[in-house]
């Protein structure tokens, strides 16, 4: 009788843990930097494939569209491997349209660096890591941003502002992936 009283109690414990992760997939940590400068960690369970993800991450054209903010893309230049941004922001927390010039390159086995190039940011370098789980069928991102805006906001109110911006930006792709995986899976029947 106690052996079925702990496997209930075992099941109802791991029930509880892994609807919490899934009902909570991501884990983010948002804080200034010594040096100058905000740094956001997070590790993102997706529902889909890395596929999927990258795809989104790298429609350059359409990248405006994975978050709330207001930007739009002035240039989107493709060379060695490389493509070259240059992205306007226009942040309710900044005065102004901010410019922001990057190189993303593709990182094996699968993810994506991002590094400043000039513009309105003293620093800006974006790593998405991306690892297949569950034979495939789910990703784990790890994502790390380090952000320094030429601003005169401190370094505590841009963390604020980016931890609120990096939480719709996931459930944004998140949705997206979602949408993209339905697709695909209507048109292989």
Not at 168 to 174: E, T, Y
């Amino acid at each position: 009788m106690l052996w079925r009283v702990m496997i209930v109690v075992g099941c109802l414990v791991l029930g509880w843990s892994a609807r919490g992760y899934a009902a909570n997939p991501v884990v983010l940590d948002v804080r200034t930097e010594t040096t100058g400068g905000v740094k956001a960690s997070a590790t993102i369970l997706f529902p889909v494939g890395p596929a999927i993800i990258e795809r989104l991450l790298t429609d350059y054209a359409h990248w405006p569209e994975l978050f709330d903010v207001r930007m739009r893309m002035a240039e989107i230049r493709e060379q060695d491997g490389k493509v070259f941004t240059d992205i306007r922001i226009d942040h309710a927390l900044l005065p102004g349209e901010r410019r922001l010039l990057s190189e993303t390159r593709t990182l094996p086995p699968g993810g994506l660096l991002t590094e400043l190039k000039g513009g309105d940011f003293k620093q800006y370098r974006r790593l998405w890591k991306l690892t297949p789980v569950d034979g495939g069928i789910h990703t784990t991102a790890e994502f790390e941003l380090l952000v320094e805006i030429d601003t005169m906001f401190p370094d505590w109110m841009v963390a604020g502002a980016m931890k609120r911006d990096l939480e719709s930006h996931f459930r944004i792709i998140r949705e997206k992936a979602m949408a993209q995986q339905a697709l695909q899976s209507g048109r292989s029947q």
